[in-house]
């Protein structure tokens, strides 16, 4: 088992795409004047990888790894992700709204610290119900960031 975790952990293709939309997405809220950042878990090199993989990074002013602040026990929902990144724009949670697409992560870590929270139904957790606290749901993130951009 230690040894697939390694292969997995060294895997580096040279680019991942982002789903369709995404990175027009990104630019209009970036052109909105909207500050962005990542909260993710996972191990902080594989995860880094990634979001130079996407070619997202310039995009974003802060990215937040759990697993670097304290490992697993501090993996979304805990508090102690999400307060960083605020942290890391210099914002309150009231200037803040998370857009995932983990409903038990990504929106009940967002409304435990009382950051509005967006649901998108891409990837593997499409299937999963919205959690108490839910925002908005949207099909995907470009239609999350239209719905945003209009409020």
Do not use: N
């Amino acid at each position: 088992m230690a040894r697939l975790v390694a292969v997995f952990r060294a895997h580096r293709p040279g680019r991942l795409e982002p789903y369709p939309g995404v990175r027009e997405a990104l630019a209009r809220l970036r052109m909105a004047g909207v500050r962005l950042a990542v909260v993710t878990d996972g191990d902080v090199d594989v995860q880094a990888w990634k979001v130079r993989a996407l070619g997202l990074s310039a995009f974003f002013e802060c990215v937040v790894v759990s697993d670097a602040l304290g490992g697993r026990a501090v993996r979304k929902p805990h508090a102690a992700p999400f307060l960083a990144a605020l942290e890391g724009l210099g914002v309150g949670p009231g200037r803040c709204v998370v857009i995932g697409d983990r409903p038990e992560k990504d929106v009940t870590g967002a409304v435990g610290v009382d950051i509005r929270a967006i649901r998108v139904k891409t990837g593997e957790y499409q299937r999963a119900a919205d959690v108490a606290g839910t925002w908005h749901t949207a099909a995907d993130f470009p239609a999350a960031v239209d719905w945003l951009l209009q409020k």
